[in-house]
T-cell receptor, first 114, second 115 residues
Framework: DTEVTQTPKHLVMGMTNKKSLKCEQH?????MYWYKQKAKKPPELMFVYSYEKLSINESVPSRFSPECPNSSLLNLHLHALQPEDSALYLCASSQGTVSGNTIYFGEGSWLTVV | AQSVTQPDIHITVSEGASLELRCNYS??????LFWYVQSPGQGLQLLLK??????LVQGIKGFEAEFKRSQSSFNLRKPSVHWSDAAEYFCAVGGRGSTLGRLYFGRGTQLTVWP
């Protein structure tokens, strides 16, 4: 079962709101990822967690704050976002970040900032 | 540095026709290569991957891809396209060394299928 579950599927938030995106996997994977995807573009890597520790931050603005409470869960806390942050946010996981591990994606959370 | 080129932004084929989507990569070592498909409003689904060994890789939904080191290519093929194959297709290469954990995506190829 290669399933990554993301909630909510859709989120509309104002620029002063605080909200969170959630991601869960039960495949025993030890690496988890957040990607951002704008329309008609490929996904762009935001963060990588390896064994519950942040290993890659692709210079993402601090209004995005990731959290990995345990090996199965990954959150993305959102605060003071801008309209240009509206996008599809994809969570993914893999057995590890060692070369050759397949990365499995969730269905994504559609975020609209108004 | 790793990079992936998908030369075709949009391809249109008739249902039942054969399909080939092109992918070229730039990488200094043996690459890890992937093809993902994304239906409208959905996440990315893995179609197939190449790590080593047999250069012809079979995937899900009747897709296959061939790794050609001499041409730095990993083209995706399907002998007979179905209307449900209409989607965005992304080729990607996996990072090594200091770029472990990264996937480098091509810009994607949008496939339209005519009935």
């Amino acid at each position: 079962d290669t399933e990554v579950t993301q909630t909510p599927k859709h989120l509309v938030m104002g620029m002063t709101n605080k909200k969170s995106l959630k991601c869960e996997q039960h495949m025993g994977h030890r690496a988890m990822y957040w990607y951002k995807q704008k329309a008609k573009k490929p996904p762009e890597l935001m963060f990588v967690y390896s064994y519950e520790k942040l290993s890659i931050n692709e210079s993402v603005p601090s209004r995005f704050s990731p959290e990995c409470p345990n090996s199965s869960l990954l959150n993305l806390h959102l605060h003071a976002l801008q309209p240009e942050d509206s996008a599809l946010y994809l969570c993914a996981s893999s057995q590890g970040t060692v070369s050759g591990n397949t990365i499995y994606f969730g269905e994504g959370s559609w975020l609209t900032v108004v | 540095a790793q990079s992936v080129t998908q030369p075709d932004i949009h391809i249109t084929v008739s249902e039942g026709a054969s399909l080939e989507l092109r992918c070229n990569y730039s990488y200094g070592a043996t690459p890890y290569l992937f093809w993902y498909v994304q239906s409208p409003g959905q996440g990315l689904q893995l179609l197939l991957k190449y790590f080593s060994g047999d250069t012809l890789v079979q995937g899900i939904k009747g897709f296959e891809a061939e790794f050609k080191r001499s041409q730095s290519s990993f083209n995706l093929r399907k002998p007979s396209v179905h209307w449900s194959d209409a989607a965005e297709y992304f080729c990607a290469v996996g990072g090594r060394g200091s770029t472990l954990g990264r996937l480098y995506f091509g810009r994607g190829t949008q496939l339209t299928v005519w009935p």
